[in-house]
């Protein structure tokens, strides 16, 4: 770069600091690989149902259980449903479920986790309550709300939704305890920089202080408990359906079709692979974005 | 700029400061002490003129310039700045007092927000007490930045691709962002080598001039307050030992504590540095969790009485403008009246003595 390619970039209003994320982020490989392979999933699943327009439900008894085809690239299962469709059918609900997850989970965490460490008076209450939620048995909790809220949920938003909404809010409020933990951890320790000192010594507000000094500072933490939190919600997801207590039966998610496969493991062990292989890259790729993003994040990594 | 063509009005008044950090320890955490950083300070800074605050590292210098500005809540005393009393209000009242009293902080790198261009760095001020429009904040911004010296092209940048004496002039410009009187200055040069210090010192030299800006100047650079401030008071242990105009300060300092102060100031002149009487004080500064009985310099004092480990000395006027606390100062019948009849004459012997 020559000089004035620094001065005119410098001489604009200001350049947009996710320009110099996007920048950083680039050089780290093996995140722009997990990003490519991770859009590559989301457009395969949202997308590819227009090309690939088999339904995911039509039965076809006389082709079950084939191996793959040219038909059926995937398969068919043991009632001759095509594979490729219902991998695709089965990962929009997965990667919704793992990204609404994850972002209610985000929020809950967050939230938590800067009042706490920004306000001291709460501070003991709000860590205690963490600690409360840390120390439940997720599985038999997860358990014991689908098996309270499933009906009454199903009946105001129907089955799909429903049981949409109970699984995000099910897994959202047991999953935002880790985040909240390093958001308070970092937020207590930005409170003494000297930089909080001067905003307060302008009369800045509280509102205003998180705002514009204590969150932007916590992005890197937050972003990474993110992607791994992405990651987390679609593998519970999986480990509800695959105890059969998420969705419908007849609704595929990538956890239920691995459940259902288990059956037929011996048989036809490339029904337990496809979904399997589907959520283990899924989670892989997401979580070397977010190893990219936590270093793009990082200012003294970044330079400039 | 002596006591005698001093500007009459006092723009800040401290009057009997103290700031005690809580210590808690033990099983329950109960309050078993205080750290007392600042203990019952008094001064009054004048319009326009710079105090200097000077004392050895931890005796109280920040944390006094950061109660000033009540960045703490202070224990007991109070402030007065620019005619209101701001000791005892509430933070949230305090907002709008703001704009007056500004700070200039020790550590530029970690003043500034990094996640912030120095735009919004400087523009912050404005973002919270004025209504301009973008545009005309923008302008301001870059008034500013060619005040104290910055290029403009600059404005889009993060702190960090910046110098430490670009850093604080940044620093610099936040504080002048909304036409404040009073200024603390907490160590602004500290951070800084040499060469860029002179910088620094100037242009607030430059801007007070400008702006009839009112300085309090901490510092344990005695060189650099020497040159910069109008009246030096010197801290020991969260107490002012003594205040005096600059050049009576350096040229006959009366406490003990400020003599060896000055005397360990480097002789640049070889000859009078090999010749020169230095005081070399022993041991170390006691804990300001528990201070000694008495003056708080008694333990390291080179010419300590037996009243200095018993009485604590007054701070007082002993000359027209010239404060200071100890007991080689005071007049025998204020004392007397504080001791025993015993204890008086001991002292008086002793004080006939040296």
Redesign the interface.
């Known amino acids: 770069m020559t000089d004035t390619s620094i001065?005119a970039?410098?001489?604009?209003?200001?350049?947009n600091?996710w320009w110099d994320v996007w920048d950083q982020f680039k050089t780290h490989k093996g995140a722009v690989m997990g990003a490519c392979f991770f859009i590559f999933i989301v457009l395969a699943v949202y997308v590819g149902p227009w090309i690939w327009s088999i339904d995911p439900t039509y039965i076809d008894v006389r082709a079950r259980n084939q191996g793959p085809t040219w038909a059926h690239p995937f398969g068919t299962d043991q009632l001759g449903r095509d594979m490729l469709a219902r991998m695709m059918a089965g990962g929009q609900t997965s990667i919704s479920v793992g990204l609404t997850a994850m972002g209610l989970a985000l929020f809950l965490g967050t939230l938590v986790g800067v009042l706490a460490g920004y306000f001291k008076r709460i501070d003991g209450i709000l860590m205690r309550l963490t600690d409360l939620f840390l120390a439940l048995p997720l599985l038999p909790l997860l358990l014991v709300m689908v098996m309270l809220f499933r009906q009454p949920l199903s009946a105001s938003f129907g089955p799909e939704t429903g049981i949409f909404i109970l699984i995000v809010i099910a897994i959202g409020i047991t999953s935002w305890m880790p985040t909240a933990r390093i958001v308070r951890g970092d937020v207590l320790a930005l409170k003494e920089?000297?930089?909080v000192?001067?905003?307060?010594?302008?009369?800045?507000?509280p509102g205003?202080m998180i705002l514009?000094?204590v969150l932007?500072?916590v992005?890197s933490p937050i972003m990474v408990s993110a992607t791994l939190g992405i990651a987390t919600a679609i593998i519970t997801e999986s480990a509800l359906s695959f105890l059969g207590l998420g969705f419908p039966p007849d609704f595929p998610t990538w956890g239920r079709l691995l459940f259902d496969a288990t059956d037929f493991m011996q048989q036809h062990p490339q029904r337990v692979m496809w979904p399997g292989l589907a959520i283990s890259l899924t989670v892989l790729s997401v979580n070397y974005m977010g190893d990219g993003l936590r270093d793009a994040l990082d200012?003294?990594i970044r330079g400039? | 700029m002596f006591d005698d063509t001093k500007p009459a009005t006092k723009l800040v008044e401290v009057n009997n400061l103290k700031m005690h950090f809580p210590i808690h320890s033990g099983l329950f955490r109960r309050h078993t002490g205080d750290v007392k950083a600042v203990d019952g300070v008094s001064f009054d800074i004048y319009q326009g003129e710079t105090l200097g605050l000077v004392g050895e590292s931890g005796c109280g210098k920040s944390t006094c310039g950061r109660a000033v500005l009540r960045l703490y809540d202070i224990t007991d005393g109070s402030i007065v700045v620019d005619g209101d009393a701001i000791g005892d209000v509430r933070q949230k009242d305090l907002r709008t007092k703001r704009p007056t009293m500004q700070m200039v902080f020790q550590d530029p790198q970690a003043s500034l927000n990094p996640r912030m261009t120095v735009q919004a760095i400087i523009q912050e001020p404005l973002d919270e007490h004025t209504n301009l429009t973008k545009a005309e904040k923008r302008e301001k911004v870059l008034a500013l930045m060619d005040q104290v010296g910055l290029n403009r092209k600059f404005s889009g940048r993060y702190p960090h691709a910046f110098s430490g004496g670009q850093r604080q002039r940044i620093g610099i410009a936040r504080a002048l962002a909304l036409n404040p009187k009073f200024i603390v200055c907490d160590e602004p040069i500290a951070a800084l080598d040499v060469s860029i210090q002179a910088q620094v010192v100037n242009l607030l030299e430059d801007l007070q001039r400008e702006y009839g800006l009112t300085y309090l100047f901490i510092s344990h650079d005695l060189s650099m307050v020497r040159h910069i401030a109008t009246r030096v008071a010197v801290m020991y242990l969260g107490k002012i030992v003594e205040l005096a105009p600059r050049e009576e300060l350096y040229a006959e300092p009366l406490h003990p504590y400020t003599k060896a102060l000055l005397s360990a100031v480097p002789e640049p002149d070889p000859d009078l540095h090999d010749t020169m009487e230095r005081t070399i004080l022993t041991g170390d500064v006691p804990s300001p969790s528990n201070p000694p009985k008495g003056c708080n310099f008694c333990t390291r004092c080179p010419a300590v009485m037996d009243v200095c480990k018993q009485i604590e000395p007054e701070y007082r006027e002993v000359m027209p403008g010239r404060f200071v606390a100890c007991h080689h100062y005071n007049d025998v019948t204020t004392t007397a009246e504080q001791t025993a009849a015993s204890e008086a004459s001991d002292r008086q012997s002793l004080r006939n003595g040296a």
């Open positions: 001065d970039r410098n001489d604009a209003e200001a350049r600091q920089r000297e930089f000192l001067a905003a307060r010594s302008i009369g800045t507000r205003k514009r000094h932007p500072n992005m200012p003294r400039l």
